[in-house]
C-alpha cells in the first residue's frame, strides 16, 4: 500500500537536521579552532594559538626538566620569538627546521603545551607526526 | 633516454586527448569505427604510459643522476628496491604512478566490458580520458619527471626513516584505492551522459568500486601501523591532513557500496547514487591535492609547489560538471518507488549514509577550516584532535549499532513485533556483556564502555546470521555443518562477505576503544637499575647497548619486564642516529592472548647514561591490525566472481538483445 | 640519445596504427553506428532488470523467512505484493521472453537471494 510521501522525507530532513543541529552546537561551544600563526602576528593573541616557524639557535636546556629554550623565526621574515618547550621532541628537531607548536604569550616568552610540538619536513615525501 | 620518456608522455597526452575528442565525438554521433578508435587510444596510452614508467623505473635502479628526480631521490648506497619505490616518493614520479594506473584501469573496465555495455562504454572513454589529460597534461607541462640537469657525483637519497617495507607498499596501495575510485564515477557519468536509465554502469562498475574500496583501506591500515611501528609517538592516526585526505573519499565510498544496494533491490536512491560517487571521486582528487600542494600546514606536505592551483581548478570544473549533469538529468532518475516504512532495512542503509556521509563532510570541513579562516579573516584557524574525536564518537558509534541492526532487517516493511523477538538475543548479550565490563572497571570511560557494548552486540548478530543461514542450508540440502557454513557462503557471496567485513569493523572498534580510552602513559627518566610501573607491568632499565652499522649508529636502552611475578623478558627501545639526524626506535612487545602491547620509547638519552623514558600500555590494539586481515578476507569474498551470478546476466541482456560483439 | 629517438617514433608510429586500426580494418563499412539497443530493446533492458529485482527480492524475503528473520506473518504481508510485482514484471517481458530458452532464471524456491 504506497504511503504517503510526507512521513519518510520528513524523518530523513529531522535526521539530517539533527546531524547539522549537533555539529553546530559542537562548534558554537568549542569555538572556531586555534588560529595558526607565525611569530610576527603574535601581537594581540592572548589566547592559545599555533605557533608555526623555523628554528633558530641557540637551542639550550631539557624539554624534560626545565624546558627546552630556543627562538621561533618567521618562515619569511626575521621576527623571532623565545620559546619554552617541555615534553616530547620529535626526531627531526634541529636548527633550520620547521616546527609548529601550541601555546600562548606569558611576559614575552611563547610558553608551549608539553607534547605539542609537530615537525615539518617539506622537502621530503613524508615526515612524521610526533608529539601528541 | 629521459628523451624517451618525455616523448612518450607526449604522445600519451597527445593519445588521451584524441580519446577525449574522438571517445566524445563518436559518442555523441554514434559512430562505432571512431569509438572503437578512442578506445584504442585509451589502451596504447597506457602502453606509452607504461613506457615513461620503465624508463623512468630504469634510471632510477641504475642511478642515472642526469635526471634531476633520481638525483633527489636516491643515492648510490641505496637499496635497488627502496630505489624503486622513490618513484612514487616525490612528486612528478607519483603523478606518473597515477596516470599510469589510471589508464591501466581504464584501458581494462572497458575492455572488459566491451560487449556488455558497447554504447555505455562509448560514454565512459572520454570522460577517463578527460582526467587522464589533467594528469597527463600536469606530466608534460608542469611537472615532469623526466627534467635533467648537470648529474651530480651521487643522489640526495632517501630519507632513512622512509627505507622500510611500508614506503613499498602503502603508497601504491593507496594510488590503486584512489585512481579505481575514478572507474565507478566514470560509469556513473556515462551512464548519465547517454541518457539511459538502465542499471548497467552499477553491474559493470561493483566490483571495481569493491576493490578501490578495498586497496584504500588496507592501505591506511598500513599507513596507521607504519605510524605505529616505525614512526613510534605511540600512535597510529593523527587526522593529519593527509590522513583524513584518504578517509574522506573511503567513508563516500563506504556510504555508496550501501546505498547502491538499495538501488538494486529498490530501484531506489538513482540521484543520491551519481552524488555519491561523484563526491568519493571528488575527494580523490582533492586528497591528492592536499598532499602535494601544501597548501594546508601538514607534516606530509610536498614542497610548496605550483602545482596546487591546478589541482584546484581541476576538481572545481568536476564538481560543477557533475553537479550540471546530475541537474540536468534529474527528470531521468527520478524513481517510482519510495521509502515504505522507516523501520526497514532501506531505512537503517539510509541512515548509515546520512552518518557516514556527516563524518565526511565534518572531517572535510575540519581540514578545509584553515583555509576557510584564512580567506575569510585573514587569519588561519586549525580545528584540533578533540573536534575530530567527538565527531568520530558522534556519527560513529550509532554507525556501529546500525552494523547490528541493519543486516537484522528485512527490505520494505519489518513488524516492531518481530523485531523484538530478532533483537532479544544480541541485546541480551549486549547487557551481560556491558554488565561484565563495569564490573571489570571499563566504566572508566562511556565512549570506550559504547563502544565495547554495541560491538558485543553486534558480534552476537553477526554469529546469529551465520547460524541461523548455516541451520537453513542444512534444513535444505542435509549437508553436515562445516560443508552447509561453506556453501551458504558460496551461495550468498556478497551478504556473508558483507558480514566478515562488518566483524572486522567491529574488531577494529573494539581495538581503537581499548587502546585509546584504556590506555595507560608514563613519563620517568631512569637510570641504570631503577623501574617505572605502568598498567600492571614493572620496567627495569639496565644498560645502554651501542652498535655502529653502515649508516647509522644504533643506540638501545635494554630493559627487563615484569608483569606481577612474572618475568616477561627484555625489550629495547632507542634511537638510530643517522647522518641526517637521529631516528626514535620504539620497543614494542607483543601480548598475542588479549592484544595487548607494551610500547616503550626512549625519548631521550642523556649522556650520564640516563634515559626519558615513555612507556604506553595498549590494551587491545592488536586488534586493528586483525581486523585489517578479516576486512580483507572479507571484501575478497565479497567480490569472489560468481559462475550463477553472471550466468544470470548474460541471460538477461541476451534476452533483451543487447549489443554483443561479433567477431570483426 | 638516437636510440631514445628511434625508439620514441617507434612508439608514436605504433600508437598511430593502433588508433588507425578500426578505420584500416574495415575502410567502408555498410554500418558504422554503433551497436546498442533501441528503443524498444532499451525499453526492455528496464524492463528485464524490473523483472529480475522483482525475482531476487522474493527470493531472499524466503530465504530471511527460512532462516527466521521475517516471522510468518510478516511473510504473509509480504509476500503478496512481492509475488503480483514479479508476476507483472514477467507479463510485461512476456513476448521477449517466451522466446528465450525456457525458464529464464533459477526457480525460486531455492535460498538464493
Known amino acids: 500500500m504506497p504511503r504517503r510521501r510526507s512521513p519518510a522525507r520528513l524523518v530523513i530532513a529531522l535526521s539530517i537536521a539533527a546531524v547539522l543541529a549537533i555539529f553546530l552546537l559542537y562548534t558554537s561551544i568549542a569555538g572556531g579552532g586555534t588560529p595558526a600563526i607565525s611569530p610576527s602576528q603574535l601581537a594581540g593573541h592572548t589566547g592559545t594559538v599555533q605557533l608555526g616557524g623555523v628554528v633558530v639557535g641557540p637551542v639550550t636546556g631539557n624539554a624534560r626538566a626545565g624546558g627546552k629554550r630556543f627562538r621561533l623565526r618567521d618562515q619569511k621574515g626575521p621576527t623571532t620569538v623565545r620559546v619554552v618547550y617541555r615534553g616530547t621532541v620529535p626526531d627531526p628537531f634541529r636548527i633550520g627546521r620547521e616546527i609548529v607548536v601550541d601555546g600562548r604569550v606569558r611576559d614575552g616568552t611563547f610558553v608551549a603545551r608539553p607534547g605539542s610540538m609537530v615537525t615539518k619536513c617539506p622537502s621530503k615525501y613524508t615526515a612524521k607526526p610526533k608529539g601528541q | ?664 | 640519445m638516437t636510440i631514445a629517438l628511434v625508439l620514441a617514433a617507434l612508439l608514436a608510429v605504433v600508437c598511430v596504427v593502433v588508433v588507425a586500426l578500426p578505420f584500416l580494418r574495415e575502410p567502408e563499412t555498410r554500418s558504422d553506428a554503433i551497436d546498442e539497443p533501441d528503443a524498444i530493446g532499451r525499453r526492455q533492458l528496464e524492463l528485464a532488470e524490473r523483472r529480475d529485482r522483482a525475482l531476487a527480492a522474493l527470493k531472499e524475503l524466503e530465504f530471511d523467512h527460512r532462516t527466521g528473520k521475517v516471522s510468518d506473518e510478516d511473510y504473509r504481508q509480504l509476500v503478496g505484493p512481492l509475488r503480483r510485482e514479479a508476476a507483472d514484471a514477467l507479463r510485461r517481458l512476456e513476448p521477449r521472453a517466451a522466446a528465450a530458452e525456457g525458464e529464464p532464471v533459477e526457480p525460486a524456491v531455492s535460498n538464493q537471494p
Open chain 2, 1 to 664: 633516454m629521459p628523451e624517451l620518456g618525455r616523448a612518450a608522455l607526449v604522445v600519451s597526452l597527445g593519445l588521451i586527448v584524441y580519446a577525449l575528442v574522438a571517445g566524445a565525438v563518436a559518442a555523441v554521433t554514434r559512430r562505432r569505427r571512431l569509438a572503437v578508435s578512442a578506445q584504442n587510444a585509451l589502451t596504447a596510452a597506457f602502453g606509452s604510459t607504461l613506457v615513461a614508467s620503465v624508463v623512468l623505473a630504469v634510471a632510477l635502479v641504475r642511478h642515472d643522476f642526469a635526471l634531476t628526480y633520481v638525483a633527489d631521490h636516491t643515492s648510490r648506497a641505496l637499496p635497488t628496491v627502496y630505489a624503486l619505490s622513490a618513484f612514487w616518493g616525490g612528486q612528478e614520479g607519483s603523478l606518473l604512478l597515477w596516470l599510469l594506473v589510471l589508464t591501466g584501469y581504464g584501458a581494462l573496465a572497458v575492455w572488459l566490458n566491451r560487449r556488455r555495455a558497447r554504447d555505455l562504454v562509448a560514454w565512459v572513454v572520454p570522460v577517463i580520458a578527460g582526467v587522464a589529460t589533467f594528469f597527463s597534461f600536469l606530466l608534460v607541462g608542469v611537472a615532469s619527471p623526466f627534467q635533467t640537469s648537470p648529474a651530480p657525483v651521487d643522489g640526495a637519497g632517501l630519507n632513512p626513516s622512509l627505507q622500510n617495507p611500508y614506503m613499498v607498499a602503502h603508497p601504491p596501495l593507496l594510488y590503486l584505492g584512489y585512481v579505481g575510485l575514478t572507474v565507478p564515477f566514470a560509469f556513473a557519468i556515462g551512464s548519465l551522459l547517454s541518457g539511459r536509465a538502465d542499471e548497467r554502469w552499477i553491474v559493470a562498475t561493483r566490483r571495481w568500486t569493491l576493490v578501490a574500496w578495498t586497496a584504500l583501506g588496507i592501505g591506511q591500515l598500513l599507513g596507521a601501523h607504519w605510524a605505529y611501528q616505525e614512526v613510534g609517538w605511540g600512535g597510529y592516526y593523527a587526522w593529519d591532513p593527509v590522513e583524513n585526505a584518504a578517509l574522506m573519499p573511503w567513508l563516500a565510498s563506504t556510504a555508496y557500496l550501501h546505498s547502491v544496494m538499495i538501488q538494486e533491490k529498490r530501484g531506489m536512491l538513482k540521484v543520491w547514487n551519481v552524488v555519491l560517487v561523484s563526491l568519493a571521486f571528488c575527494l580523490s582528487i582533492f586528497g591528492t591535492f592536499l598532499t602535494r600542494s601544501g597548501v594546508i600546514n601538514s607534516i606530509h606536505s610536498f614542497t610548496q609547489s605550483s602545482i596546487g592551483p591546478w589541482f584546484l581548478g581541476f576538481i572545481c570544473l568536476v564538481t560543477a560538471f557533475s553537479i550540471g549533469l546530475i541537474l540536468h538529468r534529474l527528470p531521468l532518475l527520478r524513481a517510482r518507488t519510495q521509502l515504505e516504512s522507516l523501520v526497514s532495512r532501506e531505512a537503517t542503509f539510509l541512515y548509515n549514509n546520512l552518518l557516514l556521509v556527516a563524518l565526511c563532510l565534518t572531517i572535510l570541513w575540519g581540514v578545509s577550516w584553515p583555509i576557510i579562516t584564512e580567506a575569510v579573516h585573514g587569519e588561519a584557524r586549525v580545528v584540533g584532535r578533540p573536534y575530530y574525536d567527538f565527531f568520530l564518537r558522534v556519527f560513529g558509534l550509532p554507525l556501529l549499532l546500525l552494523m547490528g541492526i541493519g543486516p537484522l532487517i528485512a527490505w520494505r516493511r519489518a513488524s516492531l513485533r518481530g523485531l523484538g523477538r530478532i533483537f532479544a538475543g544480541p541485546f541480551a548479550v549486549m547487557v551481560v556483556v556491558g554488565a561484565i565490563l563495569v564490573a571489570l572497571g571499563a566504566g572508566s570511560s562511556t565512549p570506550g564502555l559504547v563502544a565495547y557494548t554495541f560491538s558485543a552486540f553486534v558480534l552476537a548478530t553477526i554469529v546469529l546470521e551465520f547460524a541461523r543461514g548455516t541451520r537453513a542450508r542444512r534444513a535444505l540440502s542435509n549437508e553436515s555443518w562445516p560443508a552447509a557454513f561453506s556453501s551458504l557462503i558460496g551461495r550468498n557471496r556478497r551478504r556473508y562477505g558483507g558480514y566478515i567485513v562488518h566483524a572486522a569493523v567491529v574488531l577494529l572498534a573494539i581495538g581503537v576503544a581499548g587502546s585509546s580510552a584504556y590506555q595507560h602513559v608514563t613519563d620517568k627518566r631512569l637510570a641504570p637499575g631503577q623501574s617505572l610501573a605502568v598498567g600492571g607491568y614493572t620496567l627495569t632499565y639496565r644498560k645502554l647497548e651501542e652498535r655502529t652499522r653502515a649508516n647509522a649508529t644504533e643506540i638501545r636502552a635494554l630493559l627487563d619486564v615484569r608483569r606481577g611475578t612474572h618475568e616477561l623478558g627484555p625489550i629495547k627501545a632507542g634511537k638510530n642516529a643517522y647522518s641526517s639526524g637521529p631516528s626514535t626506535e620504539v620497543g614494542i612487545r607483543t601480548n598475542y592472548l588479549t592484544g595487548e602491547d607494551l610500547y616503550v620509547i626512549a625519548e631521550d638519552i642523556g649522556d650520564d647514561g640516563t634515559v626519558q623514558f615513555r612507556v604506553f600500555v595498549k590494551p587491545l590494539v592488536n586488534l586493528i591490525w586483525l581486523a585489517g586481515l578479516v576486512f580483507l578476507l572479507g571484501s575478497v569474498t565479497a567480490m569472489w566472481p560468481d559462475a550463477r551470478e553472471e550466468r544470470r546476466l548474460a541471460l538477461r541482456y541476451r534476452e533483451v538483445g543487447a549489443p554483443s560483439m561479433q567477431t570483426r
